[in-house]
């Protein structure tokens, strides 16, 4: 994830279900309630892009959801364990390796290095929850783009409110005709956008002309 033109930095609410597994509706109760709010949140969350996601975010959401799912930790014990977890990390379900026995949360106790329950304090042995590095994988897949979508413009309702963007990006259509407007060539262009390619910027350009015969 070193290339910064591949790095995605924010994630919406969509992404975040693609790469998790949480649902819009789960991510809306935890934001409300308090469990788990988005690390770029509005005051008004009813406006556009009010939530926007942290890539540490995404570790943390992708591991309740392996908690819950894959393991059926209840919510109820998922808060209790936040609480105490939130002595020693402000972000503890992305910052501390957890591990999971009998649908209770443990960590390894920092005084002693002991495995122990995360609520009731009991030591354990048990196998360590990881899952930071299946989130980087995922979030560059998601930054990557399929080639059938150079050249193809889209319009999705979280993306760009709804604009037409090039497909696969959050590039939208108007700002490469603004570029085009002013005087810049396609490969200006190219160089303010580099994830895009030459037919992406020919799509946009067709697709405002096709609108405007329209």
Not at 179 to 207: C, F, K, M, N, W
Request: proline share 6%; hydrophobic share 35%.
């Amino acid at each position: 994830m070193d290339d910064p033109a591949n790095v995605v930095t924010g994630f919406t609410a969509e992404q975040v279900t693609k790469l998790t597994g949480l649902t819009m509706a789960q991510l809306a109760y935890w934001d409300r309630s308090g469990f788990f709010c988005p690390y770029y949140a509005a005051p008004n969350r009813r406006s556009p892009y009010s939530r926007i996601y942290s890539f540490k975010d995404v570790v943390g959401l992708r591991t309740l959801s392996v908690l819950k799912g894959g393991y059926n930790v209840s919510l109820p014990h998922l808060r209790e364990a936040a609480k105490e977890l939130s002595k020693y990390s402000k972000t503890p379900w992305s910052d501390i390796k957890l591990k999971v026995w009998n649908r209770k949360v443990h960590f390894d106790e920092p005084e002693t290095g002991k495995t122990r329950g995360v609520v009731d304090g009991q030591y354990v042995l048990l196998p360590i929850i990881d899952v930071i590095e299946d989130m980087r994988r995922q979030t560059e897949a998601l930054a990557r783009r399929e080639p059938a979508q150079f050249g193809q413009v889209e319009q999705h309702r979280y993306v760009s409110h709804n604009a037409p963007v090039i497909a696969g990006t959050r590039v939208p259509v108007a700002s490469i005709v603004r570029l085009s407007e002013d005087g810049y060539s396609p490969e200006d262009i190219l160089q303010e956008y580099p994830r895009l390619t030459r037919t992406d910027v020919e799509a946009a350009l067709h697709y405002k002309k096709a609108n405007k015969a329209a």
